[in-house]
């Protein structure tokens, strides 16, 4: 049995902007389930209701250098899994978790330094712990730290530190100008440890100073050591290339269900595909689209609209759209860029292309449940988790080769293509639309997706042996 801190700046059903917080929402529990006590520290964001939690410790006061902050810690179990709340006004009680209408907090630095602070705080004071492992790069100065401050703390004795990395594009770059505030001494700011290109890189001191790292899928821990896939971290990944793997995620079946999922105009199985057909047609409803041919290949995407899930590709292909018998419906929000080819798009063509814009959980559901196809072309992808709902969904994945998506997606299961390309994009949803059109191969093929099985205890199995590796037990 192993006590491991989990810290995260989201985790469902609390916070979430993307997959981090399906994770963090779902491997603790799962971890539990293994034997092992886990805990999140996590921030209490302004949508948390304070009275649905109660104190597990008033009045700490954590030191970043000379600045002292004082936090709460509030606390609540949800699924058997504890979290606990970093309560700092100051810092965590806005709209946004991390940006106003797009535009970064100026005092992020700040904000997720006391995150990481408040954790080791928790871990000296609520719940002792065996292991620290902290997501992505606002939580990634807890093993720095835990390093600079508490080396001779004995509390901390043995006590080891993991990084995950979900993904490498955002990892906490602030001016030079900031590094006085995270209170550590010069020695941290230099090219093997905080420093980079003269910035302050949170993910690189996390990098640097953990026991181990680990990214989300097999393949992206391989393409992260790459000039291509580093983000500019590959060297600083390489030299820790001994200590970071890769662990595939897992994905909630208890959300993520078409028996059970509750979002959804009708449940449906494997074994009996009927429901589908209902909620592909209650989807095109939704989105006004008219539903007069249900078996008119209906594409689904949602996304986040960022350059990494590939929309510069989806962008050039409008005419694929305006020559086949298709329909698209699309569900997002972000870069603005993305978002004006969509409303164009749908203007344009107002009976083949249907767009939500913004966070709609419920829509997820019915997009995977009631589109043919689901399309996920990234430019990279750490892990991503929308392709493997698809599968459960019998929604055949169209997805780029890359990170997580190769690991997961087969040539039996869905459609991939290697080259970043709008051709071969084009090429790949030509391939399945002519797949499309032998319906008992197609069967065959949703079922095969159906039966996959990402359930999470592969993966914390993964984690429970990493943990108990570095304990020293393993
Ligand atoms: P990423 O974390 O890079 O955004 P993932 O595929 O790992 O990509 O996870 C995305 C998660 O966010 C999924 O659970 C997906 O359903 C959800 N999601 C993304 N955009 C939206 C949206 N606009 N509305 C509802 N859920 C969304
Ligand atoms: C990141 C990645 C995504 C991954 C998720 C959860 O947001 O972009 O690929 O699935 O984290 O690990």
Not at 302 to 326: C, M, P, T
Request: charged content about 20%.
């Amino acid at each position: 049995m192993t006590r491991v801190l989990m810290v995260s700046s989201e985790a469902t059903p609390f916070a979430k902007t993307g997959g981090l917080a399906d994770v963090t929402g779902a491997l603790p529990a799962a971890l539990e389930k293994l034997g092992d006590e886990v805990a999140v520290v996590m921030p209490r964001y302004r949508q948390i209701p304070w009275d649905e939690t109660e104190s597990a410790w008033d009045n700490m006061v954590v030191y970043a250098g000379a600045t002292a902050y004082r936090v709460d810690i509030r606390t609540l179990v949800h699924k058997g899994v504890r979290f606990y709340f970093v309560e700092a006004p100051y810092f965590f009680d806005r709209d946004g978790l991390y940006n106003a209408r797009n535009v970064d907090y100026w005092d992020n630095h700040k904000r997720f330094a006391v995150l990481s602070l408040a954790a080791l705080g928790v871990a000296q004071t609520v719940f002792p712990c065996d292991i620290l492992h902290s997501h992505d790069w606002q939580a990634a100065l807890t093993p720095v730290y835990r390093a600079d401050q508490q080396h001779a703390n004995p509390l901390f004795d043995g006590v080891k530190t993991l990084l995950t990395i979900h993904n490498l594009g955002y990892q906490g770059r602030f001016h030079q100008s900031q590094f006085p505030d995270l209170g550590l001494n010069a020695g941290w700011f230099t090219p093997d440890k905080l420093e980079y290109y003269g910035d302050v890189n949170f993910l690189k001191g996390g990098i640097a100073t953990s026991d181990w790292v680990t990214t989300v899928s097999p393949t992206y821990a391989k393409e992260i050591q790459t000039p291509e896939g580093g983000f500019g971290l590959d060297g600083a990944l390489r030299a820790r290339g001994d200590a970071l793997t890769g662990i595939l995620n897992g994905v909630d079946y208890e959300e993520w269900c078409p028996s059970t999922d509750k979002h959804i105009a009708a449940n449906y199985s494997a074994a009996d595909l009927a429901g589908k057909r209902a909620c592909k047609k209650a989807l095109l409803e939704e989105f006004h689209l008219p539903a007069d041919n249900l078996d008119r290949p209906v594409i689904g995407i949602v996304s986040r609209f960022a350059q990494q899930k590939g929309f510069d590709l989806i962008a050039g292909i409008a005419s694929f759209i305006e020559e086949n018998d298709v329909q698209l419906v699309v569900l997002g929000s972000g870069d603005w860029r993305f978002e004006k080819i969509f409303h164009d798009w749908q203007r344009w063509q107002p009976k083949k292309v249907g767009v939500w814009f913004g966070y709609n959980n419920g829509l997820a559901h019915r997009i995977e449940a009631g589109a043919d196809l689901f399309l996920m072309p990234s430019q990279y992808e750490p892990c991503g988790l929308n392709q493997i709902y698809s599968l459960r969904y019998g929604t055949v994945p169209v997805v780029r080769a890359t990170g997580g998506l190769d690991d997961t997606i087969q040539e039996d299961t869905g459609f991939k293509f290697s080259s970043y390309t709008v051709g071969s994009l084009y090429d790949a949803l030509r391939t399945a639309l002519g797949a499309y059109q032998n319906r008992d191969s197609w069967t065959e093929r949703m079922r095969r997706g159906m039966a996959k099985d990402y359930s999470w205890d592969a993966s914390a199995r993964a984690y429970s042996s990493l943990y108990e590796r570095l304990l020293g037990r393993g």
